[in-house]
T-cell receptor, first 110, second 114 residues
Framework: AQRVTQPEKLLSVFKGAPVELKCNYS??????LFWYVQYSRQRLQLLLR??SRESIKGFTADLNKGETSFHLKKPFAQEEDSAMYYC????????????FGGGTRLMVKP | ETGVTQTPRHLVMGMTNKKSLKCEQH?????MYWYKQSAKKPLELMFV???????ENNSVPSRFSPECPNSSHLFLHLHTLQPEDSALYLC?????????????FGPGTRLTVL
């Protein structure tokens, strides 16, 4: 079975502070990990995926297989980063089943 | 309209009603999905359709009945729902199922069951 855990429901930081949203997963095979973001009054959208090794809007995430983690980081948070962030995992089983974490609400205060 | 659209955006229904949720994608994708987002639970996959064929049913109660008449349209027929079925129902689409295919989400239908 695959499982995604986001231990923090709410994370509040000041503008310019570093931010790290935690994501831990449980999966016996080789997972594909994602971060999705949902800004206020907007739809859920893909932020980044681990296979791309890219930085989007200053965010990065590194897959740590030893710690089974995929934490999302940004060195200097901006007010416009305030949103709900969901970590998701897709296994290598048949189909395209995404398993989502419970989400973390990031609030960046001025 | 581009992307993934869902109608209605809000729906209130009684437990004895029958209603349907509609999803349409304008992306030329072949796979479509229904998700349920409850207040107290993570986003849950309900159904997957690939080239109009249902490939996943994530143990969803039979009071939820999906229909995929073509690759662009996906319906979720609702009947004799329970108050605990109140949630945000999200539709998504991707080029195909399988790894490497990004899913694009619709805005969701907020369902309230009285």
């Amino acid at each position: 079975a695959q499982r995604v855990t986001q231990p923090e429901k709410l994370l509040s930081v000041f503008k310019g502070a570093p931010v790290e949203l935690k994501c831990n997963y449980s999966y016996s095979g080789s997972p594909e990990l994602f971060w999705y973001v949902q800004y206020s009054r907007q739809r859920l959208q893909l932020l980044l995926r681990h296979i791309s090794r890219e930085s989007i809007k200053g965010f990065t995430a590194d897959l740590n297989k030893g710690e089974t983690s995929f934490h999302l980081k940004k060195p200097f948070a901006q007010e416009e980063d305030s949103a709900m962030y969901y970590c998701a995992l897709r296994g290598n089983n048949a189909g395209n089943m995404l398993t989502f974490g419970g989400g973390t609400r990031l609030m960046v205060k001025p | 309209e581009t992307g993934v659209t869902q109608t209605p955006r809000h729906l209130v229904m009684g437990m004895t009603n029958k209603k349907s949720l509609k999803c349409e994608q304008h992306l030329g994708h072949n796979a479509m999905y229904w998700y349920k987002q409850s207040a107290k639970k993570p986003l849950e996959l309900m159904f997957v359709y690939n080239f109009k064929e249902q490939t996943e049913n994530n143990s969803v109660p039979s009071r939820f009945s999906p229909e995929c008449p073509n690759s662009s349209h996906l319906f979720l027929h609702l009947h004799t729902l329970q108050p605990e079925d109140s949630a945000l129902y999200l539709c998504a689409s991707s080029q195909e199922t399988g790894r490497g295919n990004e899913q694009f989400f619709g805005p969701g239908t907020r369902l309230t069951v009285l």
